[in-house]
């Protein structure tokens, strides 16, 4: 049999909700190379609504040139689309006071300032492109000034909480519907999120062949297709191979679900979501809570912030330095709990 291409088998597989949109040529079923995905996202134009043909040039620049996941193209074309359902102004023709009006149109309308920001980044980001291609004279989104995104610090577990977390598998029943390998694949993957600090996407698009054990480390392409290694660490290196070895997994997908297809993003919130209930952590956690966990717990035990950005696939530093912040906060607690004159 025909091997597929690396970069087809890379082929991102689930929307920005872990819903699955198209099957992956790994999983045994036939497929579509990402940039025939892209495209056809980029090009696809929301009911009721014109063709818009720069718009569909940049998007497709976006999938084609950039490398952008669908998660972004999506978010990009929401953007887009939006901002033509308010104003009828030709793109070549907006001025600032047209973008604006509609800032103040979705401010007014109560929406997060995380979500205006990143409406006004595609608009920005779009314009750019118009500048660079279509010899647009200025970019009139520069001149809208944007309210700041409130910073909120991450919650992050103990690490008693995270051993609890990680032991939940062993200590709950196994269904009876559930091959007798699933509780080992679920330690697997829980004790890999907290190890390497992958995202949820990165660690559900693994396969076999990512996973070294000779050299400690997994290969994740990370946001925008960028390749990095992460290192990992003995217990979930030993969590892996005990589950490929129960659920006798040599090539293809790592994880894989009671139908031996590749698992979900979805399915691994749903993981994570059914062993919290069973222990007596009192927030709610998520696979990124994991991640944030890894990088909190790294500097606390004396990590570089470079070395964390590199491990956390990180684009720019200061992403990174909001656990810097976290790791002021917890030691101010501990500070006040334990000094006699605090």
């Known amino acids: 049999m025909k091997r597929s291409s690396p970069r087809a088998e890379r082929s991102k597989v689930e929307g920005p909700r872990g819903d699955t949109l198209k099957p992956s ?39 084609n040139e950039r490398n ?26 907006c001025a600032a ?8 149109t979705i401010m007014k309308r109560g929406q997060a300032r995380s979500y205006v920001r990143l409406q006004f ?26 309210p700041k995104v409130e910073k909120k610090l991450p919650l992050v577990l103990t690490r008693q909480q995270v051993d609890e977390l990680l ?3 062993t200590r709950e029943p196994k269904s009876r519907s559930a091959p007798s390998w ?11 999120f907290y190890s390497s600090g992958l995202r949820l996407s990165e660690l559900a698009a693994l396969d076999v062949s990512d996973a070294d054990p000779y050299t ?3 290969r994740a392409f990370g946001k925008g297709r960028k390749e990095r290694v992460c290192p990992v660490g003995l217990p979930a290196l030993e969590a892996i191979q005990k589950y490929r070895a129960a659920a006798n997994v040599h090539a293809g997908a790592l994880f894989i679900n009671k139908a031996r297809r590749r698992i979900s993003v979805r399915s691994v919130w749903l993981v994570l979501k059914r062993y919290v209930r069973r222990t007596s952590i ?11 966990s890894f990088a909190t717990h790294m500097l606390d035990r004396g990590a570089d912030l470079r070395s964390v950005q590199a491990l956390l696939g990180h684009a720019s530093l200061s992403t990174t330095q909001i656990y810097t912040h976290v790791t002021v906060e917890r030691l101010k607690k501990a500070y006040t709990d334990a000094h006699p004159r605090a």
């Open 216 to 218: 400690e480390s997994v």
């Open 282 to 292: 009192p927030i709610s956690i998520s696979p990124h809570k994991l991640r944030h």
């Open 121 to 146: 980044s595609a608009l920005r980001t779009f314009f750019q492109f118009l500048a660079a291609r279509k010899r647009l004279r200025h970019n009139p989104v520069r001149e809208v000034q944007l």
């Open 68 to 93: 952008a996941s669908l998660r972004t193209l999506k978010a990009y074309r929401h953007a887009l689309t939006t901002f033509r359902a308010e104003s009828k102004t030709a793109w070549k023709k």
């Open 97 to 104: 006071d047209d973008f604006r009006n509609y800032l103040f």
């Open 167 to 169: 032991t939940a598998p």
């Open 25 to 63: 040529p790994r999983d045994g079923k036939p497929g579509l190379a990402p940039k025939v995905v892209r495209r056809s996202v980029a090009t696809s134009t929301a009911p009721g609504m014109t063709r818009d043909p720069l718009a569909e040039e940049f998007l497709r620049y976006l999938a």
């Open 182 to 192: 699933m509780p080992l694949r679920d330690v697997a993957i829980m004790e890999l």
